[in-house]
């Protein structure tokens, strides 16, 4: 399927919302603290299946003024990072732009597979035990709009964020700002990160709950909920216009475990929340988690920070087929 084609109605909420700007990755309504990933050669049973991140963002076609990607504690040493022995990880940030950075569906896919570099790469910077990079911002760029794919339906051009375990067996936690300023975060009105393959650290106050939002488009029937290395922490629900938190089976250590549900006409072309509510009667802390969402061709949907259509609202007059 090609993503291009899938989502006749994104522009329009992107319009809808016009006063969209870009936020942190992850924002501060998802409650998640930091983005995960660790070293080429750590072990799975850490909570990163792959030891690569990918995220999208969309520049909006109307502007025209070079913006950067922001880092927030790039390198992995210090009070933040997962410790495994001495810290010894190199990870990878890599911008694409460019003919099938986003269209080329390697790159969404739930496991690594194919070109999913596909696009040129605009910058790469690697980051090892730096300590001049604790809890601070690292920007990459400049970059021009208009070095990113063209996407329509999308109302601007898609880039590709690579972040990848080089060596070493650490955890990287990061987070990413979209700014039109190299010092500060000055946020790129109307414009918004997506993935397809969510890895995040769940945070350690047990009174906290986290969520994220895939998008349902107007050919998905049904959908697989996937989550990797759960550790025990809690629940996951699924809430929706017509889901009132339904829940989800829980993965043990180094496992994968699913659940498919129905879409429902009124969930179509809306966005779907997903909640990790952390276990109340036992702390689990530095708990590093993937989850994807795929519909019933296999084919993996979108995470958008700023969700499409908004935070859904369940309406009880709305049952389930």
């Not at 989502?7 to 995960?36: K, S, W």
């Not at 975060?185 to 997506?194: K, L, P, Q, R, S």
């Not at 025990?232 to 829940?247: E, H, Q, T, W």
Request: hydrophobic share 35%; charged share 15%.
């Amino acid at each position: 399927m090609n993503p291009a084609k899938s989502y006749p109605i994104i522009l329009f909420f992107l319009l809808l919302n016009g006063a969209l700007v870009a936020q942190p990755v992850p924002a501060a309504d998802e409650n998640i603290p930091y983005l995960m990933t660790f070293g080429g050669n750590s072990l799975t049973s850490w909570g990163d299946d792959d030891f690569c991140q990918i995220f999208f963002c969309v520049i909006p076609a109307s502007q025209k003024s070079p913006f950067y990607l922001r880092v927030y504690d790039p390198d992995t040493g210090g009070d933040l990072d997962e410790l495994k022995g001495s810290f010894n990880t190199v990870l990878s940030f890599s911008v694409y732009g460019g003919t099938g950075c986003w269209t080329d569906t390697a790159a969404q896919n739930i496991h690594l597979n194919g070109n999913y570099k596909r696009g040129f790469q605009i910058t790469s910077r690697s980051f090892g035990n730096d300590p001049k990079y604790d809890k601070q911002w690292f920007s990459l760029g400049p970059f021009n709009p208009s070095e990113g794919e063209k996407a329509e339906r999308l109302g601007g051009f898609v880039f590709k964020i690579i972040a990848q375990g080089v060596s070493g067996d650490d955890g990287n936690i990061y987070r990413y700002f979209l700014s039109s300023s190299p010092s500060a975060n000055v946020a790129v009105e109307g414009a918004n990160f997506f993935t397809y393959k969510y890895h995040f650290r769940l945070p350690d106050n047990q009174k906290q709950i986290c969520q994220i939002y895939p998008f349902v488009d107007d050919r998905t029937i049904s959908f697989k909920v996937l989550n990797f290395d759960w550790d025990n922490d809690g629940l996951i629900r699924v809430f929706s216009v017509a889901k009132n938190g339904l829940p989800c089976s829980i993965s043990g250590e180094d496992q994968w475990a699913q659940n498919q549900f129905p879409v429902v006409p009124e969930e179509k072309n809306s966005s779907l929340e997903i909640q990790f509510i952390k276990n109340q009667s036992l702390q689990v802390k530095n708990n590093n988690v993937v989850i994807a969402v795929l519909n019933q061709y296999g084919v993996s949907m979108p995470f958008y920070v700023i969700p499409i259509g908004g935070v859904p609202v369940y309406t009880p007059k709305i049952r389930m087929k």
